[in-house]
């Protein structure tokens, strides 16, 4: 199976100690590795991306070692507690809205880093928190959408929620006076846009306590698979190596049903995705994987169409118009995949356009085509 890992999913030979000093079971092993990650960055500045992985080295050091001296100790801890504020108030603008949804029974699962926060590392300042991510059912989706607006949440000018379509995107984020986010999700992974698909994490929900609400989220082996896809899927400015220290921490603090992974991945046809950070962790880091779901994985047979997802997620930057409507395209490809090329083109002219019938494309894919390239 030929396959195409972008840089920046996986760690390049500087960074790797920052990951081990990260994630590292044994004290020793994780002193030494901040060590060495320190002294390679004497004279250089360090990547945007690591900034994201030091609150989780402060963590492993001095929370989960009882480390209470080590290199820059105390601007770890100040950024430490820096994140915590900042998760807090993030939650603070936060809690209004579940109360909300709950009252209005909207089922709310919590998902990505919210989920990881709260059920991997206990500890507010262990990762910095960009959004709060939910997903609510499809049929809820709009209901949730009003009574965000209700609470004085936005969404971007270009990004109205009447206009949303869930056969064309899985999420869509608001924000509010502080500057504060919550990306609202109907679907879990970008690329399988069909309500089936989502059908078996529903189905697999495990209970989830958040400051006293009682909601739920994924199974840790759902989580774990949307891990290793959304890896490929984060641009680099957003840090997409702390996919690993997440994966890490499912596995050692979880059962995984590994026979679920290979089955989900061939399913939603991301064995792509899944093997190649699945395969790295294992060579990389000291974590048990079973050599047979590897062996599955890398022996399924990948279609045309996956391989052309793939390589649109990992090698397409997402800034060029023409290519995010290629990506587009590719998503409706795959979610329409029994139907024909000629229905799935048909129904990305009336996504593009934002309309619900064919003849009303002439009329509106001009105007679509004008607030794209304004937007």
Known sequence: MNQIVRPTVLPNDRQLPLMHAATALDRQSALSAWAQYVSS?????????????????????AVNHRVQRFHRCEELKRLYYTIFAENHYLLNDFKPVLDVFLQHQIPVVAIKGFAHLHSLYHHLGARKMMDVDIMVPIDYFYQACELLTDLKWK?????PYEQFNHRNSHALNFFNENNHNIDLHCHLIHINLN??????????????????????????????????????????????LRWIPDALNLIRQSPIDWDRIVMLSRERYITSFVSNTLGYLKKTFDVEIPDDTLKQLNET?????EKAVFDVFNN????????????CYMKIRYTYRQYSSLFCLLEYLKVISKTKHLWQVPVKLPLAIFRKLCC
Do not use: M
């Open 41 to 61: 960055y004497q004279s250089q500045p360090e990547e945007l991306t690591n900034h994201r992985i030091l609150p989780l080295v402060y963590h492993n050091l």
């Open 155 to 159: 969404t971007f000018p270009c990004q």
């Open 195 to 240: 309500p089936t698909d989502d059908k078996a994490y529903w189905e697999s929900l495990v209970p989830f306590e958040f400051a006293g609400y009682s909601i739920q989220t994924l199974c840790p082996t759902d989580h774990l698979l949307h891990v290793f896809f959304h890896a490929h899927t984060i641009a680099s400015w957003i840090a997409p």
């Open 301 to 305: 047979v990948v279609c045309r169409l």
């Open 316 to 327: 397409v930057p997402a800034e060029n118009l023409i290519k995010q409507q290629k990506k």
